[in-house]
């Protein structure tokens, strides 16, 4: 039985400890340690939430709760991503029906699409793909521990220069996107300026834009906290990546620990960032399920002859 998450249903979650962590993973969370309390102190505060309170689940049998999931908006309310899905790895047949459930709650709140990012050794990826999810993109996270002393930039003049982000640079940033991103992943995240305002992961933090004459050739998101960084980043030519690349790193510089999830058709990116230390620590599948969202139909009448 699926049913809506009641705070009671900790005590099931302490009891099971380890075997239901959570194997879905957000953009801004991969670099995060899986803090459980802190985790199960969110959950219970998501449920105080009347917004949100009915976004969690869980998969109860019995007495006995199997898993667990729980989703929010991505940069809109009509595309969702799973942040929770507590399941043990081998239990495919409870993630198959929590997954089916959230997409027909989807459904019915005329969500148009869901996002799901696991690691793709994850023995859960099947059941993900028979509930209809589908994988369009892969994802290497990297990470480096600060060296001794400073960063510091390379001798060589950027090729230009950083501002931060403002409203009107929303469209300019779609038109990089669209040159930068192959075409199989902009079908999924979107391949029109609504789509892509709707379904694009949410931006870590920060956002700084570089700009050469006249146009926008560079991006990056910066999110700093508890001695930790993470960037994103986006970039038209690889000469423009290394600006964007160096200005990142000397942005998280009194940083312990810098992380960047990278998709593999960033090439450029990934190199750059191995020659600057960093190593790749783990590797995710994304995946998308496309809703069947309910459409109104216009009536034609018959005229009524007078």
């Known amino acids: ?42 959950i219970v505060g998501d449920w105080f939430n009347p917004q949100l309170r009915p976004c969690v689940w869980v998969y109860a049998e019995g007495l006995s709760l199997r898993g667990l999931a729980s989703v929010r908006d991505r940069c809109s309310s009509h595309a969702w991503e799973i942040n929770r899905l507590l399941v043990a790895d081998q239990d495919r047949n409870c993630c198959l029906n ?25 023995p859960l990826l099947k059941a993900a793909q028979e509930s209809g999810f589908l994988p369009y993109s ?41 040159k930068c991103v192959p075409a199989h992943v902009r079908r999924a995240e979107g391949m029109t300026y609504k789509e892509w305002q709707s379904n694009r992961d949410r931006s870590l933090g920060q956002e700084w834009v570089f700009e050469k004459g006249g146009d926008l050739v560079g991006w990056v998101a910066i999110n700093t906290g508890r001695h930790c960084g993470q960037l994103d980043m986006l970039a038209a030519t ?13 942005s998280l510089g009194d940083c312990h620990q810098m992380y960047c ?11 750059l960032l191995e020659d600057r230390g960093f190593n790749r620590v783990m590797t995710y599948s994304v995946l998308t399920k496309e809703l069947l969202v309910r459409v109104a139909e216009r009536y034609v009448m018959p005229a009524v002859p007078a």
């Open 1 to 42: 039985m699926i049913r809506t998450f009641i705070p009671l249903d900790v005590v099931d979650l302490l009891v099971a400890g380890r075997a239901l962590s959570n194997k879905a993973k957000t953009k801004d969370g991969v670099g995060r340690r899986d803090a459980r309390l802190s985790s199960l102190a969110n």
């Open 98 to 122: 929590l997954l089916e459930h959230v997409s027909s709650v989807g459904g019915q709140l005329e969500i148009g699409r869901i996002f799901l990012r696991l690691p793709v050794d994850s």
């Open 138 to 178: 892969t994802e290497h996270l990297y990470w480096r521990r600060r060296a001794d002393g400073n960063e510091t930039r390379s001798g060589a003049s950027p090729a230009s220069s950083p501002r931060r982000k403002k409203a009107d640079d929303e469209y300019r940033l779609f038109e990089l996107y669209l």
């Open 238 to 250: 690889k000469d423009e990546m290394q600006s964007v690349v160096e200005y990142g790193l000397v």
């Open 261 to 271: 999830l990278v998709p593999d058709f960033k090439g450029a990116l990934l190199r």
